[in-house]
C-alpha cells in the first residue's frame, strides 16, 4: 500500500513539474500562434513621464538621470519625474541639481513604500503615458519609440520592455538569473501574443494614466498593474525592441532576499485577486496566472514530494534508487556551489544548480512569510552597482 501510494505521489508530482516547465510553455505558445492576439501598431507621440522611484540612491541617480535626458524624445513632450520615498541620502539634493534641465522631484514623507509613492507621484504626472523606471537601470535611447506604437491600439493599457541582465563579474547567481530571464523573455513573448501578460518587469513598463488605478501599498505593482489594466478591458503586451540593461545581484543572500519579497508580495496580489483565478470570469489570462504563477511557486512542493517518494521506492527499485542517487547529486552540486561561492570562487557546474535549488527555498520562504503574515511596503536598494552595464556584442 506505501509503495503504491509513493509510487502515485511520485508521478503525480513529476507530472506537475513536467507541465510547468515544460507543458504550459508549449500550451501557450501553441495558443499564441493558433489563436494570436495582435496589436495594431501605429504612429503615436502623446506626453509622456518617466518615473524614477527611489529610495537612497545617491550612488545611482546622477548616471540614471543622465541616461533618461538621452531619450530620443521631443523635450517638449516629455517630463522626468522623481519620487523620493522619505530617502535620507543624498539622492533629493542630486536630483534638484537637475531642475534647469527640467528634471522634477516628488518626495513623499515618512517613508510609506515604493507602491504608496508611485501612487501619489502618478497623481502629480502631467503625461498621458506614465514609464516606470528603476534607479538603476540603464535605458536605450529609442526606448519610447518603440514602446510607444503600442498604444496606437486602444486595447493596450500597459507594454512592457524587456529587460537584460548582465554581470561582468560572471558570478553564480547573475549566470542563474540570466539564464532563468531568458526562460521568462520566452514565456512573455508567448502569453503576450495569446492573451496578456500577467505582469511586467518593474524597471521598464508604461502604462496609460487614465488606466492607472491606485494600488494597496504592499502590492507588487509592477505584477499587480497587468491585472488592473485587465479587468478594464485592456491588455498587456510586450515590446522586445524595447530594451533595459540592469547589473544582477552576485551574491545568492541578496538575490534570495530580493526573490523572497517579491514572491511574497505576489502571494498577497494572488490572494487579493483571486476572483481572476476563474476562467469563466478572465478567460485565458485565469490559466496563465495559474500555471506561471501559482504552479510555478508549488514546484518546492513537487520536488520534495518526488525525493520522499523516491526514498521510499529506492528499496525495491534499481530504477528508482539511481533516480535518488541522481537527485542526491542535483543538489550535493548546489550545495558545493554554495560553499565555494560563500569562500569566494566561482561554482561553475553547479552554477545552475545553485540557482535552481535557491529560486526554489525563495518560493518556500516567500510563502510561509505570507501566510504569517508578513508584508512588504518598503524596499532597499540591493544591488552592487559599479561601472555602467553595458551589452555584449
Known amino acids: 500500500m506505501i509503495v503504491k501510494l509513493a509510487a502515485a505521489v511520485f508521478f503525480l508530482s513529476l507530472a506537475a513539474l513536467f507541465y510547468v516547465y ?17 496589436v495594431e501598431r501605429g504612429f503615436f507621440e502623446p506626453f509622456v513621464t518617466v518615473l524614477i522611484t527611489a529610495y ?95 498604444f496606437a491600439d486602444e486595447t493596450v ?70 491585472t488592473v489594466v485587465y479587468e478594464q478591458g485592456l491588455r498587456t503586451v510586450f515590446e522586445p525592441e524595447a530594451v533595459c540593461i540592469e547589473e ?34 478572465s478567460g485565458f489570462y485565469a490559466v496563465e496566472l495559474f500555471s506561471h504563477k501559482i504552479l510555478r511557486y508549488c514546484v518546492p512542493v513537487f520536488l520534495i514530494s518526488i525525493f520522499v517518494s523516491t ?7 534499481l530504477v528508482f534508487s539511481a533516480i535518488l542517487l541522481v537527485q542526491i547529486a542535483f543538489y550535493a552540486s548546489a550545495f558545493i556551489g554554495f560553499l565555494l561561492e560563500k569562500k569566494g570562487f566561482k561554482p561553475g557546474f553547479a552554477a ?4 535552481f535549488v535557491l529560486a526554489n527555498m525563495a518560493s518556500l520562504v516567500g510563502f510561509y512569510k505570507f501566510l504569517k503574515g508578513e508584508r512588504y511596503a518598503h524596499w532597499e536598494p540591493i544591488r552592487e552597482q559599479s561601472e555602467p552595464p553595458a551589452v555584449a556584442g
Open 22 to 38: 515544460i507543458g504550459y510553455p508549449a500550451l501557450v505558445w501553441l495558443v499564441s500562434r493558433l489563436f494570436p492576439k495582435r
Open 56 to 150: 537612497n540612491e545617491e550612488k545611482d541617480i546622477r548616471r540614471k538621470l543622465e541616461n533618461t535626458l538621452q531619450i530620443d524624445y521631443p523635450p517638449e513632450k516629455l517630463e522626468i519625474l522623481v519620487a523620493s520615498d522619505g530617502s535620507t541620502d543624498r539622492t533629493d539634493e542630486i536630483v534638484r541639481e537637475f531642475s534647469e534641465r527640467g528634471v522634477k522631484l516628488f518626495r513623499q514623507e515618512g517613508r510609506v513604500g515604493k507602491t504608496f509613492t508611485q501612487n501619489q507621484a502618478v497623481e502629480q504626472a502631467r503625461g498621458e503615458i506614465i514609464l516606470f523606471s528603476d534607479a538603476t537601470t540603464e535605458y536605450q535611447p529609442d526606448v519610447l519609440r518603440r514602446m510607444l506604437p503600442n
Open 157 to 226: 493599457g500597459c507594454v512592457a520592455g524587456k529587460l537584460i541582465y548582465v554581470d561582468e563579474t560572471k558570478s553564480a547567481v547573475g549566470k542563474g538569473a540570466k539564464s532563468y530571464w531568458n526562460y521568462e523573455t520566452f514565456l512573455k513573448m508567448s502569453e503576450s501574443r495569446a492573451c496578456s501578460l500577467i505582469g511586467a518587469s518593474g524597471c521598464l513598463y508604461a502604462v496609460r494614466k487614465s488606466a492607472y488605478r491606485p494600488m494597496y501599498p504592499e502590492a507588487c505593482s509592477d505584477f499587480l498593474i497587468a
Open 248 to 281: 544582477t545581484n552576485r551574491r545568492a543572500d541578496k538575490e534570495m532576499k530580493m526573490r523572497v519579497r517579491i514572491i511574497s508580495q505576489t502571494f498577497t496580489d494572488l490572494w487579493r485577486n483571486r476572483r481572476m483565478l476563474n476562467p469563466f470570469r
Open 311 to 317: 526514498v521510499v521506492l529506492a528499496s525495491s527499485s
Open 352 to 355: 545552475m544548480p545553485l540557482y
